[in-house]
């Protein structure tokens, strides 16, 4: 068995810490900014109070609750920590659980257009070690539903081509680079974003072979955060022909925008 010299943990922070000494330009969100999306986004930018408050360009979030490695297992309780920025975008997703009483870590890193999702039981054993393109598509899928659902404000800048297919919902094809993925945003009266709904992201237990079913992450209980609304709950579900299967049950614990007191301490 393979002894690893770093942990996740170690990659993880020096991932971030490298991301945050980039630079941004600070600005503030105007009725103007949102004047060039469709009238549900434009509501769901209201509803959520972009409008007058600072330009999104990075976003720490800790979430709780509940995985399933596979369809047939049992729910397994997790704690996460993510940091997702924006102008160059990148996502570096740490996450922790027990598996029959052995510590399991998993690392998510997205950057330079590119994917890998990395596993390990007690820091020992790697039983998964997935990349390539179909990751990179996958996540750049998941980078844009953050995007959506926990940083809406920076909707405004993102390369995003829009379709507006009612009142209530649309369709997003949006591009980082040589990724291009689309999904459609589903909308209620209130203004709040309820669901996203993808065919672009794929599959995979263990990082070779991947399958490719709807995506779905239903998102409700809005609370507010420093004067910005966003879903406390949410989940994430894979539409297979032989049923639903609902892998992540998240429950928001703590969302931070552009630095603030943000930190690359782990305590989870």
Not at 6 to 14: G, H, N
Not at 59 to 64: S, Y
Not at 114 to 121: K, P, Q, Y
Not at 189 to 212: A, H, M, P, V
């Amino acid at each position: 068995m393979k002894l690893f010299a770093t942990s996740y943990r170690k990659i993880f922070a020096d991932e971030v810490a490298e991301a945050m000494r980039t630079t941004f330009v600070p600005g503030i969100v105007t009725g103007h900014d949102i004047e060039h999306l469709p009238e549900p986004v434009q509501k769901y930018l209201r509803y959520t109070g972009a409008i007058g408050k600072e330009k999104i360009h990075s976003v720490r979030l800790e979430f709780t609750g509940d995985f399933k490695t596979a369809p047939d297992r049992k729910c397994l309780k997790f704690s996460s920590l993510q940091y997702n920025f924006y102008d160059d975008p990148r996502r570096f997703f740490y996450m922790k659980m027990p598996m029959m009483g052995v510590p399991l870590d998993g690392l998510h890193v997205y950057k330079n257009e590119r994917a890998t999702m990395n596993i390990r039981i007690a820091n020992l054993f790697e039983f998964v070690d997935a990349r390539g393109e179909k990751m990179d598509q996958g996540e750049t899928v998941t980078v844009f539903n953050d995007l959506c659902l926990m940083a809406p404000a920076a909707l405004i800048d993102a390369d995003i081509q829009w379709q507006t297919i009612d009142s209530l919902t649309v369709k997003a094809t949006y591009t980082n680079g040589r990724n291009t993925i689309s999904a459609k945003l589903y909308f209620n009266e209130d203004g709040e974003l309820i669901n996203f709904i993808s065919t672009d992201r794929f599959l995979s237990s263990n990082g070779k072979t991947y399958q490719s079913y709807p995506w779905s992450t239903p998102a409700k209980n809005y609370i507010e955060f420093n004067g910005r609304k966003v879903p406390s709950y949410g989940e994430a579900i894979w539409h297979m022909p032989e049923g639903d299967y609902i892998y992540g049950k998240f429950n928001l614990k703590s969302i931070e925008y552009n630095g603030g007191s943000f930190t690359t301490g782990i305590k989870l």
